[in-house]
């Protein structure tokens, strides 16, 4: 157990110190949204390019603890390139992990199972999903635009 636990930290720092797609772009087909965690300073805004049903891109910005910052990136590595459907079936999995309710071990939540540590923490549940809501609602966004 203790060697999961120091893999999955690992996971967290390398994602901290080394963000994946950060940095938001200018471009209109993205969607964006921003989410803020009062509680530690989490400031997260995310942008994702939708298109013909497929998350082509996700972006990230903003600062807090590394708990917040990482998660942003580990979404992004995790999420782009799937369909909408299996991204939102990912996003509800590990909405449902980290608040400690069961979720569908099938699912391959790959480096975002890093997570699952903070159930233990209740104050850092939000850190860990609030990237993941604003994503969420980009998502939604992106749909009703279609529709
Ligand atoms: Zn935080």
Redesign the pocket.
Known sequence: MHQLESLYRQIIMDHYKNPRNKGLVDDPRYTLHHIK?P????DITIQSFIEQGVVKDIRHEGS??S??CSSASVLSTLLKGKHVDEAQALTTNYLKMIMNKPFDESIELEDALAYQGVTKFPA?V??ASIAWKAFEETLKKASEKHE
Do not use: L
């Open positions: 965690n509680s530690c300073g989490d807090g603890c708990i917040c850092r939000k850190c």
